[in-house]
């Protein structure tokens, strides 16, 4: 959430900022946030605040965005698609760089540059040093896949499948639930 | 959370929940589950646990899912029409009743059953008592678009660009990044 903030600052042609203006921005109180920076040895100078684009710099290092990141998609239907065509993945260094999908129609078909590849050779991942991958499989199918990506040496999905994932403790899951999330809002309005 | 995880286990022929099987699914200690069901007063039966039926449908009251929500597109480009698209959002009673853009090719067409009109219509709302909507435009128009809406009289917004939007306190924004989210795994790899 820093880093994210940070760099829409830094787009905004900002060079410093103070932990409460930044704390308008992330929603998070200014000690907690001078508290966290502090971790890493961020410090502020008084009157002018923290150095936006040192920062970034640190924070990039530490969650190990500071060198690009190979992704595989998996699931070619229009949500796939529609990531893989997303211009967002560049600023944090992602290329989707390999897509498997089952159906016999889309397998050899391009998606941007990448082509679509038979899922059930999923095991090449192992040879190409891809560690993560993008799962946009219906929900019926995503443990299954998600038992090979393992098997292929994948440690890190992002789960787009309303579904929960079973994977040993040293494979790391997030899952974006986008029903789920819309349905936080009608308690609200 | 509560509610997708009991959903899920009265799909798979649960009746019954003890908090700590509830725990390994939420990731929330047994204790704070306890807790939080106890506000609404629901308490499970030693030996047998909550009931899912039950919980469901008391969490579905508070959070206003127990009747249908209607809820207009804004962005008809890849990401929305798979949203559009997406058979998840009906669990929650939403459907997606209005879709909005720009783009005079697309203005008349139709996504599933439903047409396309013009984004400079999107005021239409007020009259169709709309008052949900997903935001899938360009960063760069999300929030001139957002301020339509709020005169709209859109007071929930999923919003799906990679931005911050300014809206009145009455507005409840939610924003998923789905490329912030891939941004948390290169860390755990």
Redesign the interface.
């Known amino acids: 959430?820093y880093?994210?903030?940070l760099v829409?600052l830094e787009k905004n042609q900002k060079d410093y900022i103070s932990s409460s203006e930044l704390a308008e921005?992330v929603h998070i109180k200014p000690p907690q946030i001078r508290k966290d920076f502090s971790y890493f040895g961020a410090f502020g100078t008084k009157g002018i605040g923290y150095d936006i684009k040192n920062l970034i710099n640190e924070i990039q290092s530490?969650?190990?965005?500071d060198s690009p990141?190979k992704?595989a998609l998996i699931g070619a239907?229009?949500?796939g698609?529609?990531?893989c065509?997303?211009p967002?993945?560049k600023?944090?260094g992602?290329e989707i760089s390999a897509i498997f999908d089952k159906d016999p129609d889309k397998i050899g078909k391009k998606i941007g540059n990448t082509t679509i590849e038979d899922v059930a050779t999923v095991d090449s991942l192992t040879q190409r040093n891809i560690?993560?991958a993008?799962l946009a499989v219906p929900a019926n199918t995503a443990q299954s896949t998600t038992a090979e990506l393992v098997q292929a040496g994948i440690?890190?999905?992002?789960n787009?499948s309303?579904?929960?994932l079973d994977v040993p403790p040293d494979v790391?899951v997030?899952t974006?639930?986008?029903?789920?999330?819309?349905?936080?809002?009608?308690?609200?309005?």
């Open positions: 959430m880093f994210r903030a829409f921005f530490i969650l190990k965005l990141q992704a239907g229009k949500l698609t529609a990531l065509l997303f967002g993945f600023a944090y992602f560690k993560l993008i440690t890190g999905i992002l787009l309303p579904c929960y790391k997030v974006i639930d986008i029903a789920m999330e819309l349905g936080a809002l009608p308690y609200y309005i």
